[in-house]
């Protein structure tokens, strides 16, 4: 790779998502936040609708039609829907009129295999990109937060998302530490789901259980507990019915995924270098992801690990906002990019 490689206007950075995926454009910003979702008909074979209007559909489809999402845990769990997903984003961004094809910048999961890697590589491949760099999620979301990746002090970052929570400390532009759980927003929501069937013999679907975690999930006791009606099908009599549920009974609900976001949290300051740790306690764990908006986590973890917590002001796209430095500044940030394997 040469020293000089200068990035053109249209070249990019993807957060490829489980839950959503956000494309940022070289001198642009984040163009496009869609969720991670297609439609297929499974009588043809044919894509009827990407994104937002794929996530509506999840749950009220006909038998023909599935809502499908692509990524799980962060990996490609289908690889040609996400490459087909992909190369749609990609061109809705770029309406046709590019001439030659981009150099994409993708953030993965830090726990990911070299198997899994090379499977996002090849869905940017096939889907137009000229060439593939990557960047692992923990340090793209630290760049975005704005964290001084770069000097010799410790930061901590903790990324949240759809299908992953990833821990990372990171000091001189290099990840010293990180660990990474498939533990994210959807186990909250299955949790969420499993807890109605269990206790109110209710058949939740995934959009109403993530409506229910956002509008009164909560990572520890709040000051005025909310309660929320759900909606869903009985499984005794097979007909619709309300319920009323309270955040103290979300909260027991999902309390053994929270408890695992904790755990990680501890593990990895467990295997942080002591003179690491004393950075850390003073400038505290930064968290970000769409977890991150959880009602009462950042008191959560302060109360369990002592730490100071800052949430990110744009947790949701921090991941983007991150990997767009990498290609707004591409020498400068080039020595977080995972090298590509010869094949």
């Not at 903790?158 to 299908?163: A, E, F, S």
């Not at 467990?270 to 003179?275: K, L, T, V």
């Not at 949701?316 to 990498?326: E, N, P, Q, T």
Request: charged residues 25%; neutral net charge; hydrophobic residues 40%.
């Amino acid at each position: 790779m040469g020293g000089k490689l200068t990035f053109l206007g249209r070249d990019m950075a993807v957060d490829l998502g489980t839950a959503n995926t956000l494309i940022y454009v070289r001198g642009q910003g984040v163009v496009l936040n869609e969720p991670s979702v297609v439609a297929i008909n499974t009588t043809t074979g044919k894509i009827v609708a990407i994104g937002i209007e794929a996530k509506r559909m999840i749950g009220r489809t006909p038998s023909n039609v599935v809502a499908v999402r692509p990524l799980r845990n962060g990996v490609i769990s289908d690889f040609e829907v996400t490459e087909r997903m992909l190369r749609y984003f990609i061109q809705r961004v770029f309406k046709r009129r590019v001439l030659g094809k981009p150099r994409i910048i993708i953030a993965v999961p830090s726990g990911i295999t070299s198997i899994e890697q090379r499977a996002v590589r090849e869905a940017a491949y096939q889907a137009g990109a000229r060439k593939v760099y990557i960047v692992q999620e923990p340090m793209a979301a630290a760049i975005g937060a704005g964290l001084p990746v770069h000097e010799p002090t410790g930061n901590m970052v903790v990324d949240i998302g759809g299908g992953t929570t990833e821990v990372a400390v990171i000091s001189m532009g290099g990840m010293v530490t990180s660990q990474s759980i498939r533990v994210g927003g959807d186990e909250l929501d299955q949790a969420i789901i499993s807890f109605a069937k269990k206790e109110h013999s209710l058949m939740l679907g995934e959009c109403t259980a993530e409506e229910i975690k956002i509008s009164i999930g909560s990572a520890c006791a709040l000051p005025e507990e909310k309660h929320a009606e759900i909606r869903g099908r009985d499984l005794v009599s097979g007909l619709p019915r309300t319920a009323v549920v309270s955040a103290a009974e979300i909260r027991t609900a999902t309390e053994e995924q929270v408890g695992s976001i904790v755990d990680v949290v501890k593990t990895t300051l467990d295997r942080c270098p002591p003179e690491l740790s004393g950075d850390l306690m003073d400038r505290g764990i930064a968290i970000t992801g769409g977890g991150a908006l959880l009602a009462g986590l950042d008191e959560r973890l302060r109360d369990e690990t002592g730490m100071p917590i800052h949430r990110v002001d744009n947790a949701l796209d921090a991941v983007a906002l991150g990997s767009g430095k990498c290609v707004e500044d591409f020498e400068a940030l080039q020595q977080v990019l995972v090298p590509e394997q010869r094949r």
